[in-house]
């Protein structure tokens, strides 16, 4: 572990001993405060990611026409073309008002489109796996690593990135037992511990968001002198 991850996970064992313990664990009891913050900050992170995403899924292309022989370069263009407009979709989602409405529910759509195009474009080079390079493939197998690690982009409770995880999780048991090229020679336990560190590691993170959210908000909605709202 690299020290901010070391000063992430101190600082979320050290609030384990706090009364904010358990708002990290779920968003039930959030102020109102806390809540709408929180929701401009994950949507505004949101668009910006969806915005990278969608270009550098489409520029890609010129990798894959490289180093992918035809016609299998040409199908992961149209599946490229297709995520790229769903990160684009997702960036462009209205944003009006925030009330009954859930960090999830705009997480859901950023992490469902790596997650499909991981399960999609693996079933695309196991079809057709001599016409991939080593390079293409390497690109691929590490897609699901790239998700895990964007949970730290986060302020998420770990009920939401435990949510999220599994679906990460569930994506790569699936891929795993229907093309074992997947692992790339490893076992899949091996590979799923892979995950789960990398997975953990992206939740201490966003968990230390949160709470540094938790507190900036109430320090800003309390009277310096008197402590009051």
């Known amino acids: 572990l690299n020290a901010p991850s070391i000063a992430s996970v101190k600082i979320v064992m050290d609030s384990l001993t706090r009364p904010e313990a358990r708002l990290l664990l779920t968003a039930g009891g959030h102020s109102?405060?806390?809540s709408r913050e929180r929701f401009g900050f994950v949507r505004a992170r949101v668009q910006q990611v969806s915005v990278v995403f969608s270009v550098l899924t489409i520029l890609w292309i010129a990798m894959d026409a490289i180093t992918i022989s035809w016609p299998l370069w040409g199908q992961l263009a149209v599946l490229r073309a297709a995520a790229s407009l769903a990160f684009l979709a997702t960036a462009m989602r209205p944003t009006k008002g925030w009330l009954g409405k859930t960090v999830f529910a705009q997480l859901a759509p950023l992490f469902a489109v790596p997650v499909v195009f991981f399960l999609l474009s693996n079933l695309m080079l196991s079809d057709s796996h001599r016409q991939a390079s080593l390079a293409a493939s390497t690109?691929?197998?590490y897609l699901r690593f790239i998700v895990a690690a964007g949970l730290s982009l986060f302020p998420l409770t770990v009920l939401e990135s435990a949510v999220?995880?599994?679906a990460i999780f569930g994506a790569m048991a699936v891929a795993a037992l229907l093309w074992p090229?997947?692992?790339d020679g490893q076992s899949l336990m091996?590979?799923?511990w892979r995950l789960v560190v990398i997975a953990g590691i992206g939740v201490l993170a966003?968990?230390?968001?949160l709470l540094?959210?938790?507190?900036l908000t109430d320090q800003s909605t309390r009277?310096?002198?008197t402590g009051l709202l």
Do not use: K, R
């Open 32 to 34: 109102l405060a806390v």
């Open 206 to 209: 966003s968990s230390s968001q």
């Open 190 to 192: 091996m590979t799923l």
């Open 181 to 183: 090229a997947v692992v």
């Open 223 to 225: 009277d310096g002198l």
């Open 212 to 215: 540094f959210l938790m507190q």
């Open 164 to 166: 999220i995880a599994g």
């Open 139 to 141: 690109a691929y197998h």
